[in-house]
């Protein structure tokens, strides 16, 4: 097997539940605004990048007064660190692509505690002003198209792993050598006919990679 670059999504994967959902709902527009979003992007009314501009303007705070409550309110998979690690040791790229921000993960990801994963998100412009203004990573209807970090690292001769839950994750599924998959994500894969791995912990996908004797082989270099 070629060396391998595994790549994970953020929100409701790597945490417990999307935190820009839960901020557009609890500080910004509320649970309709965030729901009736939802409904035009599935109806591709409007594009993903789209609906989630518009949920961060409808916030209005300080980023600092923020902090606390993401802190409090949301978790990270106790399995991310041990993966993390495990990559760490065995020389394997560990990246998180996210269509969230990165002053969102590095509440979570620190850099000082995870100094080997890289992060590839949008940024945030927190104006209580005018609403908070996103900064996205390329002009694609997603904002950040997860596809080109997975096709860059092909092209570079890496075995690729994806690991992601729901829309913004599909288009890197379509281009992952594999796939582990949970929520919606399960879905898309069936109808997409892309082969995937069901999981619900990282602590299973660790496992399951540690048993694998490819990957133990690819790991060792």
């Not at 006919?193 to 602590?203: A, C, L, Q, S, V």
């Amino acid at each position: 097997m070629k060396n391998i670059h595994i790549f994970s999504d953020f929100d409701g994967t790597i945490t417990d539940q999307d935190t820009l959902v839960f901020l557009a709902s609890t500080l910004g527009g509320g649970t309709e605004m965030v729901q009736a979003i939802g409904r035009l992007i599935r109806d591709n009314t409007i594009s993903l990048r789209d609906g989630i501009a518009a949920e961060m303007r409808s916030i209005r705070l300080p980023f600092s007064e923020v902090e606390a409550l993401l802190r409090e309110k949301v978790r990270i998979d106790p399995g991310f660190a041990p993966l993390a690690h495990w990559c760490q040791n065995h020389g394997i790229p560990l990246t998180v692509l996210s269509a969230g921000f990165h002053q969102i993960i590095d509440l979570f990801i620190k850099p000082d505690e995870f100094p080997r994963v890289e992060v590839l998100a949008n940024s945030l412009n927190p104006d209580p002003r005018a609403g908070w203004q996103c900064v996205f990573r390329d002009g694609t209807e997603f904002g950040h198209d997860k596809a080109r970090a997975l096709q860059a690292a092909g092209k570079a001769g890496q075995y690729t792993i994806f690991i992601g839950d729901g829309l913004s994750d599909r288009s890197a599924a379509h281009v992952a050598d594999e796939v582990f998959a949970k929520h919606s994500l399960i879905q898309y894969c069936m109808e997409k006919k892309i082969p995937f791995r069901e999981f619900e912990t990282f602590d299973g996908i660790l496992a399951e990679l540690q048993g694998r004797e490819d990957i133990v082989r690819s790991a060792r270099g």
